[in-house]
């Protein structure tokens, strides 16, 4: 395998397990459905193909941390999973430990120089270990 491709590879593992977080974290608010978390990811700079956003739901649901349902929505009949109890447990341990690598990750920045976005948001709640509802103090 070439050094780009063993990178590219890499990467891939990398950001698996923040799509997978993500899903889960969208999941555990509200019911969230395959083209809906596309766009989301898509959002958030991550671009899934159905063909990779849907084995991965269909596999959190194997592993029992997502339920589905089919649900009309917008005239159309669409499949919606939510998180199970398994699921918002897990993604509770998973956000301490973000958390405590953000921490690290950031320690050595000034994150009042990073731009005014939502990254200088979570940032700044990292630095200070305040909780999410803190945030609009912290701007
Ligand atoms: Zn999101």
């Known amino acids: 395998m070439t ?5 590219l590879l890499d990467a891939r593992r990398l950001y698996s397990g923040l799509i997978r977080l993500h899903i889960l974290h969208h999941a555990e608010k509200e019911g969230i459905f395959g083209l809906g978390m596309i766009e989301e990811l898509a959002r958030h700079g991550y671009k899934l193909s159905p063909g990779t956003l849907y084995p991965i739901l269909h596999g959190l649901e194997e592993n029992g941390l997502l339920r589905s349902h089919e649900q009309g929505i917008g005239g159309k009949i669409r499949r919606v999973y939510r998180a199970t109890s398994a699921g918002e447990k897990l993604l509770m341990a998973a956000k301490e430990k973000v958390r405590e690598l953000f921490g690290e990750l950031f320690e050595d920045e000034d994150v009042t120089h ?12 990292a630095a200070n270990h305040r909780k999410p509802s803190a945030k609009k103090a912290a701007l």
Not at 114 to 125: E, H, K, N, Y
């Open 3 to 7: 050094p780009t491709k063993q990178v």
């Open 114 to 125: 990073l731009p005014r976005t939502r990254s200088r948001v979570v940032a700044l709640q």
